[in-house]
């Protein structure tokens, strides 16, 4: 019988399920363990030779049956040679840069990538070496690369701001000047978005996002083309970083879910931000879907639907104003990450050092949850005045 083309909904539900044997569980089981026995020391000795190898049982720091089953799902639908799973999206940004950059290299870094992401090349990857120089990412990244270049690190959308670079010219540029293109794709997930498709060499997901779904979970992952896979594992596992077991498994669970909650994201995103555009209190909306967000082409040709993050910029006003505003809304809870089901607002604070940010109305996050968008708006609409 002949197979049908697996289609995005199909393989989310029957990816990483494990072998089909009679009585098995419908969820794979959380699976624990350090030490992995083997029947001689022959088979013992070739599972060590062999422990960088993907799918190789050797010793629980180098993945276990759930965490491979977990990584060729997530690599199944980037389309991309192999995944590596790590305790958290950072790790898998900073795990990332560390296989790609050597001491004498040089790395581009898009202006307007995550903070963290931002402070480990300022503060660590600058300690070992690396020159690191900050681009904008909606500009030609050609002029600014060296012979030493060995990668561009860039995000899209951009975090806090929501610019949309091109990510195919960036990666195409990137190859032409032989380096290594590593895109943070959490916002999209693979569901909206598979930059490897795009010409892009290396994804890295927090999967503590939407992937986990429930802000239950932490746990990051580094998605390979063929060209850089077997470099970015090595590297990766010889830093002796590993996913926890109980996040392995909640993250199969989010899999299974993922595209209806990224519609259901989109769509109450979309409703609440169309919302905010009519009041008079905000002067812009940065939402990839917004014609006139920056990119907003590029997100359209790029990608098949927008995340349920998204920021806007407020009139000018004082920091008391801000506080007062956040603080009285009710369903919107104050914290970092978002993905969840709760919906979560936070002032950003644009850093910039290639482009300087100059608007100097307030730029506020938010994450749009699964509430009922008429309570979310009839929340908005009674904080916002706090803002005049
Ligand atoms: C949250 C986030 C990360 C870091 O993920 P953690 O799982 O929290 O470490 C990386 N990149 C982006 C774009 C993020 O939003």
């Not at 392995?248 to 299974?256: D, P």
Request: some cysteine.
């Amino acid at each position: 019988m002949t197979k049908t083309t697996p289609d995005l909904s199909d393989s989310l539900v029957h990816l990483g399920r494990g072998p089909k044997t009679a009585g098995r569980p419908v969820n794979l089981p959380i699976t624990q363990g350090s030490t992995m026995l083997f029947d001689t020391l022959a088979e013992f000795e070739a599972a060590r030779e062999a422990r960088y190898q993907p799918e190789t049982l050797y010793y629980g720091r180098y993945g276990n049956p759930a965490s491979f089953e977990l990584e060729r799902a997530v690599a199944a639908l980037e389309g991309a040679a192999g995944c590596i799973t790590v305790s958290a999206g950072l790790t898998a940004v900073t795990l990332a840069l560390m296989g790609a950059a050597k001491a004498g290299d040089h790395i581009l870094v898009a202006d307007n990538v995550y903070a963290p992401t931002r402070s480990f090349c300022d503060t660590v990857l600058a300690r070992y070496g690396v020159e690191i120089s900050y681009f904008d990412p909606m500009q030609d990244a050609a002029p600014h690369f060296r012979p030493n270049t060995s990668a561009v690190m860039f995000e899209a959308p951009g975090s806090g701001t929501f610019e949309v670079p091109d990510i195919s010219a960036i990666a195409a540029t990137a190859k032409d000047n032989g380096a290594v293109s590593i895109i943070d794709g959490t916002w999209a997930t693979p569901v909206f978005c598979q930059p490897l498709k795009l010409g892009a060499d290396v994804v890295v997901h927090s999967g503590s996002k939407y992937i986990g779904g429930h802000a239950d979970s932490m746990i990051g992952f580094i998605v390979c083309n063929a060209a850089t896979y077997g470099q970015m594992r090595k590297s990766a596992l010889a830093f002796g970083d590993k996913a926890g077991a109980q996040d392995v498994f909640l993250s199969l669970r989010g899999l299974r879910t993922l595209e209806m909650r990224m519609k259901a994201a989109e769509a109450a995103g979309l409703e609440i931000a169309r919302f905010l555009q009519d009041q008079p209190q905000i002067s812009q909306i940065l939402h990839p879907a917004f014609p006139d967000c920056p990119g907003h082409r590029n997100w359209k040709r790029e990608f098949s639907g927008a995340a349920g993050l998204f920021s806007v910029v407020t009139k000018p006003c004082p920091d008391e104003k801000l506080h007062a505003f956040v603080d009285a809304l009710d369903l919107f809870g104050i914290g970092v990450s978002w993905g969840g089901f709760e919906s979560l607002v936070l002032p950003v604070a644009p850093l910039r050092t290639a482009n300087p940010w100059t608007d100097e109305g307030r730029v506020i996050r938010f994450n749009i949850g699964f509430e009922n968008t008429d309570s979310l708006k009839a929340d908005l609409a009674r904080a916002l005045p706090l803002l005049d």
